[in-house]
T-cell receptor
Framework: DSGVTQTPKHLITATGQRVTLRCSPRSGDLSVYWYQQSLDQGLQFLIQYYNGEERAKGNILERFSAQQFPDLHSELNLSSLELGDSALYFC?????????????FGPGTRLTVL | SQQGEEDPQALSIQEGENATMNCSYKTSINNLQWYRQNSGRGLVHLILIRSNEREKHSGRLRVTLDTSKKSSSLLITASRAADTASYFCATDTGRRALTFGSGTRLQVQP
């Protein structure tokens, strides 16, 4: 158990809908990262937050957004869902915002868009 | 395209044998990390090697890094059935985000 929690574990929804994925980092970790893992694209970095502020952006679509709250939990919002958004979404956390530190991954949320 | 590319894509060995997987990358790095992922689960950090290091050990794991060739290798000695998983290399290029390779699927037959 990494100490990172993600909810829900599974999510099934329809095209055009909007969902919110939630992540709680390890106690003491200030940095949260979101990744998308799909069969064709592999593991792709989406976005990073550090102590409430956006720190780095990767291949995140405009239909996706995220935020980190004062209690350091983070939410990833996916809207106008398409079939191709079906994937595993992982959250990871680390102590500081620099990638020299290892990242601790949550169990993931499996999103299925029908 | 991926910064890191693992080779082979899949590897099947017998318990007790050694498993070697390789990672090649394209740009300069600060460090390179290896992660393991059991089927459908989150990634687990295995080992981090900095750009000024050439070799690192952790238990049955041995990682080498050759920055001149932009490549790294992960060796798992005396493999066990429990080592069956996908293994990913991830590079830190200083952009505050790790870039993951496509992974090697390792199957250890009991």
């Amino acid at each position: 158990d990494s100490g990172v929690t993600q909810t829900p574990k599974h999510l099934i929804t329809a095209t055009g809908q909007r969902v919110t994925l939630r992540c709680s980092p390890r106690s003491g970790d200030l940095s949260v990262y979101w990744y998308q893992q799909s069969l064709d694209q592999g593991l792709q970095f989406l976005i990073q937050y550090y102590n409430g502020e956006e720190r780095a952006k990767g291949n995140i679509l405009e239909r996706f957004s995220a935020q980190q709250f004062p209690d350091l939990h983070s939410e990833l919002n996916l809207s106008s869902l398409e079939l191709g958004d079906s994937a595993l979404y992982f959250c990871a956390s680390s102590v500081v915002g620099e990638t020299a530190n290892e990242q601790f991954f949550g169990p993931g949320t499996r999103l299925t868009v029908l | 395209s991926q910064q890191g590319e693992e080779d082979p894509q899949a590897l099947s060995i017998q318990e007790g044998e050694n498993a070697t997987m390789n990672c090649s990358y394209k740009t300069s790095i600060n460090n390179l990390q290896w992660y393991r992922q059991n089927s459908g689960r989150g990634l687990v950090h295995l080992i981090l090697i900095r750009s000024n290091e050439r070799e690192k050990h952790s238990g049955r794991l041995r990682v080498t890094l050759d920055t001149s060739k932009k490549s790294s290798s992960l060796l798992i000695t005396a493999s066990r059935a429990a080592d069956t998983a996908s293994y990913f290399c991830a590079t830190d290029t200083g952009r505050r985000a790790l870039t993951f390779g496509s992974g090697t699927r390792l199957q250890v037959q009991p």
